[in-house]
C-alpha cells in the first residue's frame, strides 16, 4: 500500500512569507505528526493530531501551525518565515499515535529553503 | 519528559565488520524503544523496535538491538556491515501510556555510519 506522501518536497520562500505543507497518511491510519529536522537540533517533534484534534504539541512558537481533515490528511502553516526556519519537514503517520507500540511511519519530507 | 543520547555522532567502519551503535535514554516513566535510519535525502526507516519482552531484538537488514534496562542502554549492533549501510541511524523513545507524551517520538541526534570498502 501507499506510504506517507508529502507534498511539496522541495520549495524556496523568501522571510516574511508563508508556507503550507501537505501530508497524506497510510490508508487507515488516523494519526499524523510532524517534525522539523535541522543540522543543530536535530528531529524535534512539532504537533500530532488524531481525528482532527491535536493532542501534542511540541515548544514551537505559534507561527508554526497545523490542522487535519476529516480524511485524516494534514497539513502544516509556518507563517512569517525566518531563515532559522529552513529544514526538512518530516511528516509521520500511524495508527493511534504510538501509543500502544505501533510503528510510526515517515514520509519523504518537504524541503523547506527560507532565503 | 525524556531524552536520549547517541554517543557517537560518526562511526566509520570497514565493509564487513561489526558495528555497535550506542544509545542511552532518560525517562521518569516506562518507554518504547525504536532504532531508524535514514539514507542521503529520503525519510526515516523503522529498523526495529522493543516493546516488551525479549530484550534482544531483531530488525530489518540483519540489524539487532539489546534493551538493558539497569543502564537505561538500547544499542544497536551487525555483525558485518556492508556499503549500503551507510547512513544516519536514530535512537527514539516514546512514553507508554496513553498521556500527551506517549504521541511524540524524542530523537537523539543521530549517529552516522561510514562503511569503508
Known amino acids: 500500500k501507499a506510504g506517507v506522501t508529502q507534498t511539496p518536497r522541495y520549495l524556496i520562500k523568501t522571510r516574511g512569507q508563508q508556507v503550507t505543507l501537505s501530508c497524506s497518511p497510510i490508508?487507515?491510519?488516523?494519526?499524523v505528526s510532524w517534525y522539523q529536522q535541522t543540522p543543530g537540533q536535530g528531529l524535534q517533534f512539532l504537533f500530532e493530531?488524531?481525528?482532527?484534534?491535536?493532542?501534542n504539541k511540541g515548544n514551537f512558537p505559534g507561527r508554526f501551525s497545523g490542522r487535519q481533515f476529516s480524511n485524516s490528511r494534514s497539513e502544516m502553516n509556518v507563517s512569517t518565515l525566518e531563515l532559522g526556519d529552513s529544514a526538512l519537514y518530516l511528516c509521520?503517520?500511524?495508527?493511534?499515535?504510538?501509543?500502544?507500540?505501533?510503528?510510526?511511519?515517515f514520509g519523504e519530507g518537504s524541503w523547506l529553503t527560507v532565503v | 519528559a525524556q531524552s536520549v543520547t547517541q554517543l557517537d555522532s560518526q562511526v566509520p567502519v570497514f565493509e564487513e565488520a561489526p558495528v555497535e551503535l550506542r544509545c542511552n535514554y532518560s525517562?521518569?516513566?516506562?518507554?518504547?524503544l525504536f532504532w531508524y535510519v535514514q539514507y542521503p535525502n529520503q525519510g526515516l526507516q523503522l529498523l526495529l523496535k522493543?516493546?516488551?519482552?525479549?530484550?534482544l531484538v531483531k530488525g530489518i537488514n540483519g540489524f539487532e538491538a539489546e534493551f538493558n534496562k539497569s543502564q537505561t542502554s538500547f544499542h544497536l549492533r551487525k555483525p558485518s556491515v556492508h556499503i549500503s549501510d551507510t547512513a544516519e541511524y536514530f535512537c527514539?523513545?516514546?512514553?507508554?501510556?496513553?498521556?500527551?507524551?506517549?504521541?511524540?517520538?524524542?530523537f537523539g541526534k543521530g549517529t552516522k555510519l561510514s562503511v569503508i570498502p
Open positions: 509521520a503517520s500511524s495508527l493511534d499515535g504510538g501509543s500502544s507500540g505501533n510503528t510510526i511511519y
Open positions: 490508508s487507515g491510519h488516523r494519526s
Open positions: 493530531y488524531f481525528s482532527e484534534t491535536q493532542r
Open positions: 525517562s521518569s516513566v516506562s518507554v518504547y
Open positions: 522493543y516493546l516488551s519482552g525479549s530484550t
Open positions: 527514539a523513545v516514546s512514553e507508554i501510556g496513553s498521556g500527551a507524551g506517549s504521541y511524540q517520538l524524542t
